[in-house]
């Protein structure tokens, strides 16, 4: 998701948002959709038994961004890793997503 805080309302004062409009709330845009990501590469990719339509698609539980790339193609850009764990589940793999991503100033 994309996500300007640019003209987002003060909301520190308030105790809750529960009961109020959605236009207090930022708008997102969706930059990159795990989904649609292609299975494969270099070696196998392990896919759980359950993940049959999504292989690689799984509940994102942690994410960092990185210092920015100093050379290179994605000069400038910053490295965003993504992780989901097994949960010790033997249906579940953990995977480590890293992304390139250029932050709007």
């Given at each position: 998701?994309?996500?300007?805080?640019?003209?987002?309302?003060?909301?520190?004062?308030?105790?809750?948002?529960?009961?109020?409009?959605?236009?207090?709330?930022?708008?997102?845009e969706?930059?990159?959709?795990?989904?649609?990501?292609?299975?494969g590469?270099?070696?196998?990719?392990?896919v759980?038994?359950?993940?049959?339509q999504?292989?690689l698609?799984?509940n994102?539980?942690?994410m960092a961004l990185?210092?920015?790339?100093?050379s290179?193609r994605?000069?400038?850009w910053?490295?965003l890793?993504l992780?989901?764990?097994?949960?010790?589940?033997d249906?579940?793999?953990?995977?480590?997503?890293?992304?390139?991503?250029?932050?709007?100033?």
């Amino acid at each position: 998701m994309q996500l300007s805080l640019a003209h987002a309302q003060n909301v520190t004062a308030l105790t809750s948002l529960w009961h109020q409009p959605p236009k207090i709330f930022a708008a997102d845009e969706l930059v990159v959709d795990l989904a649609t990501c292609p299975v494969g590469g270099r070696g196998q990719v392990a896919v759980p038994a359950s993940a049959a339509q999504y292989p690689l698609l799984d509940n994102v539980e942690g994410m960092a961004l990185g210092t920015p790339w100093t050379s290179g193609r994605y000069k400038g850009w910053h490295p965003l890793y993504l992780v989901s764990d097994d949960n010790d589940s033997d249906d579940q793999i953990t995977r480590l997503y890293s992304l390139a991503v250029k932050l709007r100033p």
